[in-house]
Structures are given as C-alpha cells and as structure tokens.
C-alpha cells in the first residue's frame, strides 16, 4: 500500500535515481518526492523518468518533508548540510553517504537527533539492493521504521548497532556491485581471447553469475561445498582455480575489501573534521 511519505533528496545523482526508481509510485507517490540539486540535467532527467518534483535549491518544499535523504558526495557533505539547517525541524535526516558519521552530520545540524546513517547499492535500479543501516538514538521507532521501509522499497535492510561496522558494509556491498562486474569483464575478455563472440561472451558470463548467485541463495548448504561440487577432480575448475590461489586471487580480494573500508573511516576523518 502506498504511504503519504515526503521525501526530500538533496543530490540527484546515481545513488538518488537509482533510490528514487524504486520508491516514486511505489512506497510513495512521485509528487511527494521532492529533488534538490545545483545540476539542471540531473533535475530534468528525473522529473522526466519518474515525475518526482525538483528545485535547484533548498526551499519550502524540502521543509515539508518527513525524510531528508543526503545523497551527495561526501566530499561536499558537510557544505551541504550546513546550508540545509534553516530548513530542517523535525525531519528524519538518511544520509547514504560513504565514510561520514553520524555524529558530525548531526553537529553540523546544530545537534539534530534524528539520523540514520545508511550503505546502499546500484541493484536498488531494479530492487535488488541491500542496505546497512544505523540510527543515532534520538532516531523514534516511527521514523526508524519510515528509514527502513524506504530501503525495503528497493531491496533488503541489514540493521547494524556499531555505526563501524558501516564500512566493512561499505567494502562488502556498497562498493560490491563494481567488484562483479569487475569479474564478469575479466570473464568476458577470456571467453573473447579464446574465440568467442563478445555476445557470447557476454552471455555466458552474466549467466553464470546470476545462475551461481542464485543457486547460492536457495541453497542450505555452504558456498565451499557449492564449488567443491563445481570441481572434478583433476578437472577443468581445479585448473582454474588451482591457477588462481597460485596467483593469490582469495587474499587479494580480502586485501581489497579491508583496502576499501579503510578508505570508507578515512573519508570520515578526512570530510568529518570541526
Ligand atoms: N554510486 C554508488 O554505488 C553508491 C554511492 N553511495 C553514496 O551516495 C552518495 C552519492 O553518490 P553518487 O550518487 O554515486 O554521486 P553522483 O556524483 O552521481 O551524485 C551526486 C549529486 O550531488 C549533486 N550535488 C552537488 N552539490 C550539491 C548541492 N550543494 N546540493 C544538492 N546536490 C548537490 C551533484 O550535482 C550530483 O548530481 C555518495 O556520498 C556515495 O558515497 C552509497 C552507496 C552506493
Ligand atoms: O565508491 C564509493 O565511494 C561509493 C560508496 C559505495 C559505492 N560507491
């Protein structure tokens, strides 16, 4: 059942169109969704796709709202979030931004409560995204509800009780979704080096991944014993993956992860300051 939610974004890019794809008609109806952004395009792009309502500036309409989602770099947060004080009373601040805490958001807002800091994906495009999420205990199990209906409307939520954690969840599936299409490029250029078609390559590449994914999903057991069923002995997979612990793929990824939620609490420390 559509809500009477009003929900303002402030910043109108990747990360807002694929959020507001799946909540404008949805859990809430376009007109009460209401767009903020200096870029002109990035305004006609979404009234145009979803007939969400827009502003190059904060106004009225953006004090009208229950939930304020911040969906700017966090390099411009906090320029943002001072600029929006003379707007905000009682709203429901979501910021999804990577690295920036909770507790600066709310300093910069002259020490509003009412913050859930949150870590999206892209899939949230067509529904299939996940969020982890945290709220700062001035946030009331009304407005921890709205947040977490807003996230459901586009995937699945993970609620967190140590803000940390917020970017080994950044490293996993926020920046996640780069990571497989990381992999399905490589596969993609194998299957061309070895003479397929890059349709074909294409092909059997996503295949794989959504079919793998799935399977994974449906099944009780675990992944290992997943790819143990995957390789023959002395076979084609052990090949593959023989080749890949040689050239130290698993611990690189790790490596990766750990890399990227470092960089997640260094964008905190770095955009958090004063
Ligand atoms: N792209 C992704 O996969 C994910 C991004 N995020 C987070 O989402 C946030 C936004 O990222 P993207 O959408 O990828 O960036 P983006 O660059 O596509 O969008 C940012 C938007 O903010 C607008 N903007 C700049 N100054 C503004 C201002 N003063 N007021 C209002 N809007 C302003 C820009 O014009 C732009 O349209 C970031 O903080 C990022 O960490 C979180 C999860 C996933
Ligand atoms: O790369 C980034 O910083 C953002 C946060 C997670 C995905 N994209």
Redesign the pocket.
Same mark, same amino acid.
Do not use: F, R, W
């Given at each position: 059942m559509q809500s009477e939610m009003k929900i303002g974004f402030?910043?109108?890019? @990747? /990360? #807002? @169109? !694929?959020l507001i794809g799946g909540l404008a008609g949805k859990l809430t109806a376009a007109k009460n969704i209401h767009v903020?952004?200096? =870029?002109e395009e990035?305004l006609q792009k979404l009234a145009q796709a979803f007939g969400v309502t827009t502003a190059l500036? !904060?106004g009225e309409a953006l004090r009208a709202c229950d939930v304020i989602v911040?969906?700017?770099?966090?390099q411009?947060?906090k320029?943002?979030v001072q @600029?929006l004080k003379p707007f905000i009373a009682a709203q429901l601040i979501l910021s999804? #931004? #990577?690295?920036?805490r909770a507790v600066d958001l709310s300093r910069w807002l002259g020490g509003h409560g009412a913050i859930v800091r949150t /870590?999206? =994906? +892209?899939p949230a495009l067509i529904g299939k995204g996940i969020t982890g999420m945290v709220a700062l205990p001035g946030v009331s199990a009304a407005q921890r509800d709205a947040a977490d209906a807003i996230l459901r409307a586009v995937g699945a939520t993970v609620w967190l009780d140590d803000e940390s954690l917020i970017d080994p969840v +950044?490293a996993m599936s926020?920046?996640g979704? !780069?990571y497989v299409f990381y992999f399905i490029e490589a596969m993609q250029k194998a299957g061309a080096e070895m003479g397929l078609t890059a349709e074909q390559a294409n092909q059997l590449a996503i295949a794989t991944f959504t079919g793998a994914a799935e399977l994974a999903a449906r099944s009780t057991e675990p992944v290992s014993l997943l790819r143990e069923r995957v390789t023959s002995k002395g076979g084609t997979t052990h090949a593959a993956l023989t080749s890949m612990e040689a050239s130290g793929v698993s611990d690189a990824i790790v490596k990766a992860l750990k890399a990227a939620a470092a960089r997640g609490k260094e964008l905190g420390e770095e955009f958090g300051r004063d």
């Open positions: 402030v910043g109108g890019g @990747n /990360m #807002a @169109n !694929a903020i952004d200096p =870029n990035a500036q !904060a911040l969906a700017v770099k966090p411009q947060m320029d943002v @600029n999804i #931004a #990577a690295g920036i /870590m999206p =994906n +892209t +950044t926020g920046s979704p !780069a």
